[in-house]
């Protein structure tokens, strides 16, 4: 029996099995939305994006159906919970685990950008904390820089506590869109709370767009790090490379007892072990106040999915 996970704007995840007993999640357009073309072409192309990324740190496609009478979409299931539910649950990460979950995050969007994808929807929601690291899943609202877009000029796309100054003015996504998110996910994760202060969904815009981020909370070696991330033009943002670099480094004074700690995600950059701090040189200069998916996919599964599986998860008999 397919078990429910839960449910969003688009559909049902379920929790179902391949012929071969292969555990995947397997997302279940709603029905009425199935019924609009435009939509369709939408969930196509979040497909599509999916089966692009090759990433230790995403969570692979195994088979889809985009033509169906419903529509589907089943990735390897990771058994971790999402890091929103981990940190509201257990509180904010230790620094030693900020830094490990942000390592394991850099080199998913590397293996992203270099699908040709803009993620656009990073956010601790949509990072699945798996034993061997954290997992970014849903492209529901990538951009796939090599077509046109779907959505109307002027939309908003994206959850307004995570979304970057140029996604709210409605320039065009870029890769460095996706690191401005990079860090807000990691200020959540080491403090719980926005460098743009609590309020409603048109303050946060605001803040975002207008006023420098607040990153004292943070630990003395993240703050340099996130601040560079949240700087208001995306030229000034270090690359997932950079980050990468940085992070797989263990910074000075770290404390041993806090590394050696139970983590949710542990990620294995190979960097470990240099006692550096984060490089400075990303300091972003002071701003203006106008703003103009294990490797290959694990493979397909070579069984696929079948008809009575796919009915199964969507809750409907033959």
Known sequence: MAQFLGQGGMGSVYLAHSPGGRPVAVKVIRPELAKEPRFRRRF???VSAARAVNGAYTAPVVN???DCELPWLATVFVPGPSLWQTVRANGPLSHAQTRRLGAGLAEALLDIHAAGIVHRDLKPHNVLMDA???RVIDFGIAHVTD??????PGALLGTPHFMSPEQITGSAPTTASDVFSFGLVL???AGERSPFGDGSNAQLLYRIVHTPPDVRSLPD???VLVTACLAKRPGQRPTPAELLDALGRRPTGTDRADTDRPDPARPDTGRAGTDRHAPTLWLPQPQHSTVALARNAHALLADGLTDALLLEAAGHDR
């Open 221 to 223: 070696g993240l703050r």
């Open 64 to 66: 889809a159906d985009t």
């Open 132 to 134: 061997a690291g954290p």
């Open 147 to 152: 077509l046109p877009p779907l959505t109307d």
């Open 187 to 189: 200020s959540f994760a």
């Open 44 to 46: 196509a192309r979040e």
